[in-house]
């Protein structure tokens, strides 16, 4: 099957896609907040069209993932992802994670798929790792107050909220002299609508308050880092420039002037690089 089904522990169902040979090396896609696999089409058909097999699934209340209202937490999201890795058995996996999506990679890799022995590589795009709320050990994390005012803003009017982000400091269009996308923006919106209210609202805390220093610790496969330096959403300081810091085996790659979503403004370059990295 090209799109199914997995049923957690907990009675949750995962929605998944899986294209390409089965008995090619799998890349695996983790999506960012509040958004669906759906984020990744551009790259799995780009990996696809290059011999990989391509697996990406919707993170639970999210996409077509069943509307759960328990258990929105970093540690689910990595068992889910790993129910999903489980059932396809895939082996020798790259993954892939964005924004909140390499929250997910990171904590899958470090409890579940590197202990399996199922992973070769992760990737971490404009990731949240390891902790964006501002504390007192992390100074140069975001205040409280940024993230209350997201809350604010989706149990206040969701739609509105979802099209402000996205028409402005999530892909940069907000930047002067920006090649503004409608039609970009309409397809996040409707990924961020089609998911629900309550597990986005719940995810708020799950990717800004949840500590990965450790995870990152943990992780010894061969790890990328790519990061915008205009990043809007995930500042650069705190997490890709401390990312590199914490893993043991990585390599850092910063693109001057690029957004949050530079995975869709700038998909040649990031696709070239990204296919330089599974293939080395």
């Given at each position: 099957m090209s799109s199914g089904f997995v049923k957690t522990k907990d009675g949750?169902?995962?929605?998944?896609?899986?294209?390409?040979?089965?008995?090619?090396?799998?890349?695996?896609?983790?999506?960012?907040?509040?958004?669906?696999?759906?984020?990744?089409?551009?790259?799995?058909?780009?990996?696809?069209?290059?011999?990989?097999?391509?697996?990406?699934?919707?993170?639970?209340?999210?996409?077509?993932?069943?509307?759960?209202?328990?258990?929105?937490?970093?540690?689910?999201?990595?068992?889910?992802?790993?129910?999903?890795?489980?059932?396809?058995?895939?082996?020798?996996?790259v993954h892939?994670?964005?924004?909140?999506?390499?929250?997910?990679?990171?904590?899958?890799?470090?409890?579940?798929?590197?202990?399996?022995?199922?992973?070769?590589?992760?990737?971490?795009?404009?990731?949240?790792?390891?902790?964006?709320l501002k504390t007192e050990a992390n100074t140069g994390g975001l205040p409280l107050e940024v993230f209350d005012g997201l809350r604010k803003a989706l149990a206040g009017n969701r739609a509105q909220f979802y099209l402000d982000f996205a028409s402005g400091?999530?892909?940069?269009?907000?930047?002067?002299?920006?090649?503004?996308?409608?039609?970009?923006?309409?397809n996040w919106w409707?990924?961020?609508?089609?998911?629900?209210?309550?597990?986005?609202y719940e995810g708020i805390k799950a990717f800004s308050e949840t500590d990965q220093t450790e995870d990152l610790k943990a992780i010894k496969v061969p790890t990328l880092i790519l990061h915008g330096d205009d990043d809007q959403i995930v500042p650069i300081a705190d997490a890709a420039i401390l990312q590199a810091k914490l893993l043991t085996n990585n390599t850092l790659k910063v693109y001057k002037g690029y957004p949050h979503g530079m995975l869709t403004t700038h998909a040649e370059v990031l696709n070239r690089d990204l296919l330089e990295f599974v293939k080395g």
């Open positions: 949750t169902e995962i929605f998944y896609k899986d294209w390409g040979p089965k008995s090619a090396q799998p890349v695996v896609f983790h999506h960012g907040w509040p958004l669906s696999s759906d984020d990744w089409d551009g790259q799995m058909l780009f990996f696809l069209a290059n011999g990989y097999r391509v697996v990406a699934h919707d993170r639970r209340g999210h996409g077509r993932s069943s509307q759960v209202s328990t258990a929105n937490t970093m540690d689910q999201y990595a068992a889910d992802a790993s129910a999903v890795v489980e059932y396809l058995d895939l082996r020798n996996a892939i994670g964005h924004s909140t999506g390499g929250g997910e990679v990171a904590r899958y890799v470090a409890k579940h798929g590197q202990p399996r022995g199922r992973v070769a590589k992760a990737v971490l795009v404009s990731a949240i790792p390891p902790l964006m400091p999530f892909y940069g269009f907000n930047r002067p002299g920006a090649a503004i996308s409608q039609a970009v923006i309409q409707r990924q961020a609508m089609n998911g629900g209210a309550l597990a986005q």
